[in-house]
């Protein structure tokens, strides 16, 4: 199975900050990688999809970037609401694993 | 507009099995597979399978291989997922999402997990 490794597994942020949290494969996976939200108590969220296509209604603020190995999730301009937790997942070959979270907080 | 709705939490004693219901609208229901995935309190996910609601295909983690079936009945547009010889590590909430192709290239596409059911709770204890 591929493997999906995301930094950091938690970090702390203030509203307006840029953050940036990465992803990596254990084999190349071309572009085949989402991110989700998942707010406290809520089901996840799709919030990219092949790497970079932001999901419909998704504010501008969240970017995606990345091929081959490694990934990243940027959010410019940190909102209170953008608490919660973010997981990558791969595509390119099933079984689709997720990465094991980044749960993010507001300061 | 596309739904995704989930039976309702269940409790379990070990050993017994569950099933868990998927009803869809708001779009082809056959269309598009539907995967399930789960996640234990306070945990990631976890992927468990998928199923073609056109054909009644169906392809499960290795993990859950022989205690896990994936169904359809395509008059209601929904899904079921029936796990069976439980355990107390199967205590969490399970999700069914809707898989669609986003980008294809040369026989292959990207794929998001567009739209989520709210998720059902089923608790596994003695």
């Known amino acids: 199975d591929i493997q999906m490794t995301q930094s950091p597994s938690s970090l702390s942020a203030s509203v307006g900050d840029r953050v940036t949290i990465t992803c990596r494969a254990s084999q190349p996976i071309s572009n085949f990688l989402s991110w989700f939200q998942q707010k406290p108590g809520e089901a996840p969220t799709l919030l990219i999809h092949?790497?970079?296509t932001l999901h419909s209604g998704v504010p501008s603020r969240f970017s995606g970037s990345g091929s081959r190995t490694d990934f990243t999730l940027t959010i410019n301009g940190l909102q209170p609401e953008d608490l919660g937790t973010y997981y990558c997942?791969?595509?390119?070959?099933?079984?689709?694993?997720f990465g094991q979270g980044t749960h993010l907080e507001i300061k | 507009q596309v739904q995704l709705v989930q039976s309702g939490a269940e409790v379990k004693k070990p050993g017994a099995s569950v099933r868990v219901s998927c009803k869809t609208s708001?779009?082809?229901?056959?269309?598009?597979?539907i995967h399930w995935v789960r996640q234990a309190t306070g945990q990631g996910l976890e992927w468990m399978g998928w199923m073609n609601p056109d054909s009644g295909d169906t392809g499960y983690a290795e993990k859950f291989q022989g205690r896990v079936t994936m169904t359809r009945s395509t008059s209601v547009s929904t899904a079921y997922m029936e796990l069976r010889s439980l355990r107390s590590d199967d205590t969490a909430v399970y999700y069914c999402?809707?898989?669609?192709?986003?980008?294809?290239?040369?026989?292959?596409?990207?794929?998001?997990?567009?739209?989520w059911g709210q998720g059902a709770l089923v608790t596994v204890s003695s």
């Open positions: 092949s790497t970079s």
């Open positions: 708001g779009y082809t229901f056959t269309d598009q597979e």
């Open positions: 997942q791969q595509n390119y070959r099933t079984p689709p694993v």
């Open positions: 999402v809707r898989d669609v192709p986003k980008y294809c290239s040369r026989g292959r596409c990207t794929r998001a997990y567009d739209y």
